[in-house]
């Protein structure tokens, strides 16, 4: 089936630390990919997108993502955690790269230790 | 650019009750998406409009639901007799057709 798994419901990391949140799709093509954030009681904040092209992809405060085909995943990292990066952390695919239906994983929870 | 907006914030609402939430997309978006999010889940797609035009609906929850978008700026999304299971927080997208999808703050709905 059609899906998008995030393995790590919730991960804490201490503050300075580097952070890697894994993500992982099974469709038959490469889908369109994205990384939200989402803190408590806001929507969601775009961090960064994969349309095509390079597969290390920038975002907003300082995330990173790399779309790795032969493994369908497509990691978010950050190489040094700030207190205020604690949030919900969302992965979606569009699975016919047409602006249609977004499909999220479930989240993982990150929690920054001091 | 005032971003997507969503009213209410929250509603709550006695079960059976009709109720209607308003998404306002940015402005010069011609997509617009409804999604909802329950507790411990991510979102969950449900509708989407290109200006007035429904284009996906078969994913609306049950026939309780219905969405429009009369002029092609904002929408409203109405569940019928409400049930508790309908509890969740209800996210607005607005896009450019093809483009990453901008989410609104949401409405949070609890039925008693």
């Known amino acids: 089936a059609q899906s998008v798994t995030q393995p790590d419901i919730h991960i804490t990391v201490s503050e300075g630390a580097s952070l890697e949140l894994r993500c992982n799709y099974s469709y038959g093509a490469t889908p369109y990919l994205f990384w939200y954030v989402q803190s408590p009681g806001q929507g969601l904040q775009l961090l960064l997108k994969y349309f095509s092209g390079d597969t290390l992809v920038q975002g907003i405060k300082g995330f990173e993502a790399e779309f790795k085909r032969s493994q369908s995943s497509f990691n978010l990292r950050k190489p040094s955690v700030h207190w205020s990066d604690a949030a919900e952390y969302f992965c979606?695919?569009?699975?016919?790269?047409?602006?249609?239906?977004?499909?999220f994983g479930k989240g993982t929870t990150l929690s920054v230790s001091s | 650019d005032t971003g997507v907006s969503q009213d209410p914030r929250h509603k709550i609402t006695k079960r059976g009750q009709n109720v209607t939430f308003r998404c306002d997309p940015i402005s010069e978006h011609n997509r617009l998406y409804w999604y909802r999010q329950t507790l411990g889940q991510g979102p969950e797609f449900l509708t989407y409009f290109q200006n007035e035009a429904q284009l996906e609906k078969s994913r609306l929850l049950s026939d309780r639901f219905s969405a429009e978008r009369p002029k092609g700026s904002f929408s409203t999304l109405e569940i019928q007799r409400t049930e508790q299971g309908d509890s969740a927080m209800y996210l607005c997208a607005s896009t450019i057709a093809g483009a990453e999808q901008y989410f609104g703050p949401g409405t949070r709905l609890t039925v008693t």
């Open positions: 979606a695919v569009d699975a016919n790269q047409a602006g249609t239906a977004l499909i």
